[in-house]
Each structure stands twice: as C-alpha cells, then as structure tokens.
C-alpha cells in the first residue's frame, strides 16, 4: 500500500446503459422519418454503439483499472456478433444488468403481464447468451413504478438502479418534449411524476410508493450532487458536456454521498464523424462535442473519485456493501 490513502466512508460504481442508435431515433422522433437520407443512415449505423462506442468504453476502464457494469437491452443481445462482445465484457469481470427486452419508453406504464414478460424476456437472453445472470435492473427513461418493483422482487433481483432524483433533468425532458410536439414530431419518452424529485438520493430501501424510504427492494438512485449547486446530474452527458475541469467540479460535489452512482451511456463515447452519427448530432448536443474531450472529461471524473478515497466498484458489489450496512 503507497502510505495513508483518504479513505472516504463509501463506493463508486460507473455503469453504462446500452442503448443502441434506434432509441436515440426514437427518443428524437426521427424512427418513422420518411427522409431517404435518415433512413439510410439510420440503417447502416444501426450497430454503433456494440461496434464502435463500446470497445471505446472497455478499453478506457481497463486502462483505468476499473470493473463496470453494463445495462442490456434484450433485443440487441441476438444481433450480429454482440452475444460474443457481451461474453467479453463479462471475461474482463464486467457486471451486466436489466434494461427490459424492448427498452419501451413508457414501459413503467404497461400492464402487470406486459412489465413481468419485459423483465423476465431480457433476463433470459441475457442469461441464455452469456451464462450471466443479470441480478440488477434499469428501467429504459429512469420511469419506474410501484408494480415494476414488484415484478423485479419476485424474479429474484437484488437491486434496482433507476430512480433519478434531479430537477434539472426532469425540467429539460419536459421542455424538450415540449418543443418537439411544436413542431410536430413525436418522441416517445414519458415523463415520471414528479414527486420523484423528492425520493432519497442516496442508497435506499423502498416503499410504497417506490419514492420513500421502507423495507423492500435495494434502490441506488442515479448520482446528482450535493450542497450549495443543488441536485445537478452526474451522469456522462452532463460531464461530457462540462469538460475535463467540470467534470472534477462535478465530481467533487458529489464527496460524501455513500455511493457515487455515475451512469454513462455507450453513447458517450461516440464519435459523430467516424462513427456515421453525423444525422443524430443536431439532436444530441454530446455528439457535437470531439471524442478526445469526452474521453477526458471521463477520465477526469474516474481519476477525482478516486482521489477523494472512493474505490470503484460494480453495481453488484456496491449493493452487497450497502446492504450489509443498512
Ligand atoms: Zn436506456
């Protein structure tokens, strides 16, 4: 051990959400588009995030000596070659999560058969692809519901990850789901209620409604800082967009919190030009922004936590600590 390392009181966990480039399409009301020139580069940049953005994202946690965990969309685990990089991620010691079969914007509001089915569908291809059994969940848009904790208790999960107490992100998703119905295109997320903005921001046990403190499932809350700036996001696009300086700024706003939860998105790491994203960037102000300074903002946010005593961890084992203290 090199001499008296600060030791702080907690975890960090860096876990990213593969969503693939038809949600970002959809989110932006761009699937239906009847433009010839964005349905064709939607269809050869179908796989980006799997073929380009990932290997990104596994090699920059293996520099930085770093285990993560992976969200997965069911659907996507039968496409080409993505059952082989996902048995890779797991070879390197890599989580992977729950993150629904069909990653329905408004899936927190579907029937009780239709959530279970949901669930219970990606766990198998997940499972089914890799030998890894997913034992954490995120649901698709950060909308999760009394009866999807319900389901995840029954089929045996040990956490859910969804909850995002943050104002700022809830006031800029309704205003630019606002600004899309004026002109007439339809995204497809959903907005939660918003007395999501007053569930805890720490680690949690839940219940009902999923928003308070009880005795039910292990909820980690997607990390939004402390003190004097309020509950600003933690999440990759927000320190993508701040900048290597920002991004330590955020980072240490988060000092004291008992799990530092930063969730990325393979996005993150794309690269516009290189990656035939060039059609989604009007859309996705991250992807005007270089590769090089993403992967430095990143970098910065991983180094600062570390700094500040906090180990990195998966998801998983940030759960197994939390809950044999609470
Ligand atoms: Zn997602």
């Not at 403190?213 to 939004?224: D, M």
Request: charged share 25%; proline share 6%.
């Amino acid at each position: 051990m090199g001499g008296r390392r600060k030791r702080a009181h907690g975890v960090a966990a860096v876990s990213v959400d593969l969503d693939e480039v038809p949600c970002y399409a959809a989110i932006h009301g761009l699937a239906g588009s009847t433009d010839p020139a964005v349905r064709g580069a939607l269809e050869s940049s179908r796989q980006a995030i799997y073929e380009r953005a990932l290997p990104r994202l596994v090699r920059l946690f293996e520099e930085e000596g770093l285990r993560a965990t992976f969200f997965v969309i069911g659907r996507d685990v039968s496409s080409p070659g993505n059952a082989e990089r996902l048995r890779a991620l797991v070879h390197a010691g890599h989580e992977l999560g729950n993150h629904t079969f069909q990653h329905l914007y408004d899936f927190s509001r579907g029937s009780a058969a239709e959530i279970e089915a949901d669930i219970a569908d990606a766990h198998a291809a997940i499972a089914d692809a890799t030998g890894f059994a997913p034992h954490g969940f995120r649901a698709p848009g950060y909308t999760l519901s009394d009866l999807v904790v319900e389901k995840l208790v029954k089929l045996g999960y040990r956490y859910d990850s969804s909850v995002f107490p943050c104002p700022a992100y809830y006031g800029a998703k309704g205003l630019a789901m606002g600004a899309m119905r004026a002109r007439g295109r339809v995204s497809r997320s959903v907005l939660d209620d918003p007395r999501v903005l007053l569930a805890p921001a720490d680690p949690y046990r839940v219940a009902r409604p999923y928003r308070r403190r009880g005795r039910g499932l292990l909820e980690l809350p997607i990390g939004v800082t402390r003190g004097v700036a309020g509950r600003l996001p933690y999440i990759g696009t927000s320190l993508v967009l701040a900048g290597a300086l920002g991004a330590r700024a955020l980072s240490r706003a988060m000092a004291g919190r008992p799990l530092i939860n930063l969730e990325l998105h393979g996005i993150d790491l794309a690269d516009a030009e290189a990656d035939g994203l060039e059609w989604l960037a009007p859309h996705q102000p991250d992807l005007r922004v270089p590769l090089a300074t993403k992967e430095a903002a990143l970098r910065a946010a991983i180094r600062e936590v570390r700094a500040m005593g906090y180990p990195w961890v998966r998801l998983d084992d940030a759960a197994d600590e939390l809950a044999s203290r609470s």
